[in-house]
């Protein structure tokens, strides 16, 4: 019975190690936008975010790190690229691919930018409102 409690455990430690602020990104799952919104959520909970993609996602990430930094909602803290094995079953031998983590945290005008938006967009469902 001690070692069925010992494995629930020890799965519950595993789920915590992993980053609770890290956004892996792919480029066929979800639209652009859809990670820029969850970035941004992920800073106003966590202050920071980490975005982080393999392969052809790459591009996806760096598009969303950038439109987060133009629109002045985040500032590039910390870049990090390797290669990674992953092993591909069709040909049976690992295979690596390129990986990056990009790291944001709030600018200073982070709060202030998400206030204006949320101010406009309960404009724009007040407006609709009144058409309907």
């Known amino acids: 019975m001690e070692e069925i409690t010992d494995g629930v455990n020890n ?6 190690s992993q980053k609770k602020n890290r956004i892996q990104v792919s480029n066929t799952k979800k639209p652009l936008f ?14 920071d975010v980490e975005l982080s993609a393999l392969g052809m996602a790459i591009a996806t990430v ?7 930094k133009n629109n002045g909602f ?15 079953d069709s040909r049976g031998r690992p295979v690596q691919k390129a990986k990056i983590e990009i790291t944001l945290v709030k600018s200073e005008k982070f709060d202030e930018l998400m206030a204006a938006a949320n101010e406009e ?3 724009a469902e007040a407006a609709a409102q009144v058409q309907s």
Do not use: C
């Not at 760096?62 to 987060?68: G, P």
């Not at 990090?80 to 591909?88: H, K, L």
């Open 121 to 123: 967009k309960e404009a």
């Open 34 to 47: 859809f990670y820029v919104n969850l970035a941004k959520r992920y800073m106003q909970q966590y202050n």
């Open 62 to 68: 760096v598009t969303v790190a950038e439109i987060l």
């Open 74 to 88: 985040a500032v590039e803290k910390k870049i990090m690229t390797s290669t990674v094995d992953i092993r591909d």
């Open 11 to 16: 799965i519950n430690l595993s789920v915590d």
